[in-house]
Every structure is written in structure tokens, then in C-alpha cells.
């Protein structure tokens, strides 16, 4: 599957026309990555956006330094490293590779770039980082 395919799964780039969605596949870097490698890490500055091709990461969340809690399971089609980009501020969860994964990663800088073409893409994660927030307040703080 060409990355264009992979990215018209992504809720979303759905919208986005077959040219649109050639250009970002354009943009975008495959990346391997081992089961157990940390993708990106809690505390880091953000630099990329990350949609999974193949495989399952987890995200952890340490917010005393003592009791990690994993806030989701994501696979394929699934896309993370979001918050950031939006928000300047650093990582605010931990992303490892459950399996041998392979990852499509954009740069901060060509995300907003495609995001200020392109301003469905943002109005399509709404829901996506609502359902996210809602997810990591409900989980337990203890």
C-alpha cells in the first residue's frame, strides 16, 4: 500500500483530494522502529507527527516520576504526536513501540505548513484530541 492509500485511512486526511493527499505522502518519511524503542518521550520538545503503517505502540504518561500509566494502545492508521504541535509545549506522554513498527513521521514545520493549506485537516482532529483529553482524565491519578 502506497502512502497515499495509507493516508486516506487516517480520519483525518479523508477528506483531502488524491493530488493533496500525494503531496503530504511526499512530505512524510517512513521510519522502522523496534518493538520496545521509544518513539518519543515525555518531557522532549516536539518535532514530528507520526502515523502508524504497520504495527502497535503505547502511550505512557509519568506524571509524578514514579507510576507510569499507559493512556492508550494505537495501530495502524492511527496517528500520534498531535498535542504538541498544536500547543509549543513539550511531549506530554511517552510513545514506545509494542511491535516491530513502521511509522510515516512529518515535521512540526511541514504539518503547519499543510495545516494552514489545508485547514480541514485541523478541523478534522477535533474530535480525535476531545476523545483523547476525555480518555486521560478519566483514567485514574493514583
Do not use: Y
Amino acid at each position: 500500500m502506497g502512502r497515499e492509500e495509507i493516508l486516506q485511512n487516517v480520519p483525518i486526511f479523508s477528506e483531502l483530494g488524491r493530488r493533496d493527499l500525494e503531496r503530504l505522502g511526499r512530505l512524510m518519511v517512513p521510519r522502522q522502529v523496534r518493538a520496545g524503542e521509544v518513539i518519543i518521550k515525555q518531557g522532549d520538545q516536539a518535532a514530528g507527527f507520526f502515523v502508524i503503517n504497520r504495527g502497535k505502540v503505547e502511550v505512557v504518561q509519568d506524571a509524578d516520576g514514579s507510576n507510569p500509566q499507559r493512556l492508550a494502545t494505537l495501530g495502524e492508521g492511527d496517528f500520534f504526536g498531535e498535542m504538541a504541535l498544536f500547543e509549543g509545549f513539550p511531549r506530554n506522554a511517552t510513545v514506545r513501540a509494542i511491535d516491530d513498527t513502521e511509522c510515516l513521521a512529518m515535521t512540526r514545520w511541514d504539518f503547519t505548513a499543510e495545516m494552514k493549506n489545508h485547514p480541514e485537516i485541523a478541523v478534522g482532529m477535533v474530535p480525535v484530541l476531545v476523545r483523547r483529553l476525555r480518555e486521560v482524565e478519566s483514567k485514574p491519578t493514583h
